[in-house]
């Protein structure tokens, strides 16, 4: 099928034979060839720290939200996408705004239930060769070069992950949630995935051969919640909302003591060391003659 959105490369449309063949993110990483490298890599952190400011600047205010990953390839008459669509609108229901990697498939079909829903649906795209880039039901739509960056403003804005069924983008996306929650590179929050006929395998693969070789430890498995239902996906995401919510406050309320606490403790030392003060300076300031005066 002919492309005829075109290739993006950030706020530039390619089209025809003037899209590159190779990817940013390709270029950056590739270490083939001469030391010229030495004289572009320097400049590619400007580009970098643009779009991390880009992304900060246009996702910070979207409010409470969740990411949601899914496979590119799903049809529009494919059960996933109508469960992608139910999984949007549930989302919205619950007071949340919708974030996906803004392509068509799984992604298109949660941005299509958040859209209609009357919810706020942000794409945050990717540069790749022959991508059709955001999807029409996008509200708020980033594009990036690189992909760390884009995994980045998934996990900086959002409350918690909900998975569809996908292929390796969508593992990708998974287990990078997954190391930064084990990682307490992040606050935990959920992950859930939906489709338990699907990741099933995937479940059992942990179990099985991964767990009992010794390389993860058992409550690891707790990282990831598995559910057919899309309510009780939603109410996942809510509840460690609500935990994590109480938490803050609690800790917000245990830094308020300390720090009244403090405050009293060193009002109590300054007034104590005034009073020493007065004490020490009416006794060097007595002095005796050999008159037996007293002399100040």
Request: aromatic fraction near 8%; charge should be negative; charged fraction near 25%.
């Given at each position: 099928?002919?492309n005829?959105s075109?290739y993006?490369?950030g706020p530039v449309?390619l089209?025809?034979?003037y899209?590159?063949?190779?990817?940013?993110?390709?270029?950056?990483l590739?270490?083939?060839?001469?030391?010229a490298w030495?004289?572009?890599?320097p400049?590619?952190?400007m580009r970098?720290?643009?779009?991390?400011?880009e992304?900060?600047?246009?996702?910070a205010?979207?409010?409470?939200?969740v990411?949601?990953?899914?496979?590119?390839r799903?049809?529009?008459d494919?059960?996933?996408?109508?469960?992608?669509?139910?999984?949007?609108?549930a989302?919205?229901k619950?007071g949340?705004a919708?974030?996906?990697?803004?392509g068509?498939?799984s992604?298109e079909?949660a941005?299509?239930?958040a859209a209609e829903?009357?919810g706020?649906?942000?794409?945050?795209g990717?540069e790749?060769?022959?991508?059709q880039?955001?999807?029409?039901?996008?509200?708020?739509?980033v594009n990036?070069?690189y992909?760390f960056i884009?995994?980045?403003m998934?996990v900086k804005?959002a409350?918690?992950f909900?998975?569809?069924?996908?292929?390796?983008g969508?593992f990708?996306?998974l287990f990078?949630?997954m190391?930064?929650?084990?990682t307490?590179?992040?606050t935990r929050?959920p992950?859930?995935?939906i489709?338990s006929d699907?990741?099933?395998g995937l479940?059992?693969?942990?179990?099985?051969?991964?767990?009992?070789r010794?390389?993860?430890?058992?409550h690891d498995?707790?990282l990831?919640h598995?559910t057919?239902?899309?309510?009780?996906a939603v109410?996942l995401?809510?509840?460690?909302?609500?935990e994590?919510?109480?938490q803050a406050?609690?800790?917000?309320?245990a830094?308020?003591v300390?720090a009244q606490?403090?405050?009293?403790d060193?009002i109590?030392a300054d007034r104590l060391?005034?009073g020493e003060?007065?004490?020490e300076?009416?006794?060097?300031?007595e002095r005796?003659?050999?008159?037996?005066?007293?002399?100040?």
């Open positions: 099928m002919t005829t075109g993006q490369r449309t089209r025809g034979r899209v590159p063949q190779t990817t940013t993110d390709q270029r950056l590739d270490d083939r060839g001469q030391a030495l004289h572009t890599d400049w590619r952190i970098i720290q643009a779009e991390f400011v992304g900060f600047g246009t996702l205010e979207v409010g409470p939200a990411s949601v990953f899914g496979s590119a799903t049809g529009p494919d059960p996933n996408y109508a469960l992608g669509e139910q999984v949007g609108a989302l919205v619950a949340y919708v974030i996906t990697g803004g068509p498939g992604m079909a941005n299509k239930g829903a009357g706020t649906s942000v794409g945050l990717i790749l060769p022959f991508e880039g955001l999807n029409e039901y996008v509200h708020i739509g990036f070069r992909f884009r995994k980045t998934f804005y409350q918690g909900i998975v569809l069924p996908g292929g390796f969508t990708d996306e990078e949630a190391t930064l929650v084990q307490r590179k992040v929050f992950i859930v995935l489709g699907y990741w099933a479940i059992d693969w942990l179990r099985t051969t991964v767990l009992d010794g390389t993860i430890s058992p498995l707790d990831l598995v057919d239902d899309v309510d009780h109410q995401i809510k509840d460690a909302g609500s994590l919510a109480d406050a609690a800790q917000e309320r830094e308020e300390a606490e403090y405050a009293e060193v109590e060391g005034e003060g007065d004490l300076g009416e006794r060097s300031g005796s003659d050999d008159r037996g005066t007293i002399r100040r």
